[in-house]
T-cell receptor, first 112, second 114 residues
Framework: NAGVTQTPKFQVLKTGQSMTLQCAQD?????MSWYRQDPGMGLRLIHY???????DQGEVPNGYNVSRSTTEDFPLRLLSAAPSQTSVYFC???????????FGPGTRLTVT | AQSVTQPDIHITVSEGASLELRCNYS??????LFWYVQSPGQGLQLLLK??????LVQGIKGFEAEFKRSQSSFNLRKPSVHWSDAAEYFC????????????FGQGTTLQVKP
């Protein structure tokens, strides 16, 4: 099992550009989430999904879109990047009935 | 609203000394509690978790944590710190019946002096 994978590992964007952060898991987990990590703030939930076709907003959803067309994949889209979105992004998944989340290695995004 | 507080932003201990990292949570019912560790430039690794049962939980790398309901705390301890323990530590809580959302504390950075 590869677990939770994320691509790319690093990305630099200019303000206004768009991009998609990829996340995939091979554990057949129903639940998937996106978090962002900023210094002194821990990790904050952006969006989450409880299954294919079902997504919902977390604590800091503005500026981000998600969709879940398959169980395995949960991409995060930045439609118009802003410097405030400079952060490290983590994808996580967990199985039904298990509250332990498995995290990907992260994507470090810089918006100039 | 649920919240997690890690009162110590930065802690420095000498190698071989004991360690305690504090975590307090705010939540009405019994929470699911976690401690994660993050080495520089790395992802998050689960150290230990508490769901129910024995309130003293053993984890990996010699860490343990104790759930104290009366104090709403879940402090992380290690009897003898190694230089490789230098990292950032996060406490997190999830609600029962929740869709998997974790609420994280702000993190505590541990520095180990030789």
């Amino acid at each position: 099992n590869a677990g939770v994978t994320q691509t790319p590992k690093f990305q630099v964007l200019k303000t206004g550009q768009s991009m998609t952060l990829q996340c995939a898991q091979d554990m057949n987990h129903e639940y998937m989430s996106w978090y962002r990590q900023d210094p002194g703030m821990g990790l904050r939930l952006i969006h989450y999904s409880v299954g294919a076709g079902i997504t919902d907003q977390g604590e800091v959803p503005n500026g981000y879109n998600v969709s879940r067309s398959t169980t395995e994949d949960f991409p995060l889209r930045l439609l118009s990047a802003a410097p405030s979105q400079t952060s490290v992004y983590f994808c996580a998944s967990r199985g039904a009935g298990d509250y332990e989340q498995y995290f990907g290695p992260g994507t470090r995004l810089t918006v100039t | 609203a649920q919240s997690v507080t890690q009162p110590d932003i930065h802690i420095t201990v000498s190698e071989g000394a004991s360690l305690e990292l504090r975590c307090n949570y705010s939540y009405g019912a019994t929470p699911y509690l976690f401690w994660y560790v993050q080495s520089p430039g790395q992802g998050l690794q689960l150290l230990l978790k508490y769901f129910s049962g024995d309130t003293l939980v053993q984890g990996i790398k010699g860490f343990e944590a104790e759930f104290k309901r009366s104090q709403s705390s879940f402090n992380l301890r290690k009897p003898s710190v190694h230089w490789s323990d230098a990292a950032e530590y996060f406490c997190a809580v999830a609600r029962s019946g929740n869709t998997g959302k974790l609420i994280f504390g702000q993190g505590t950075t541990l520095q180990v002096k030789p």
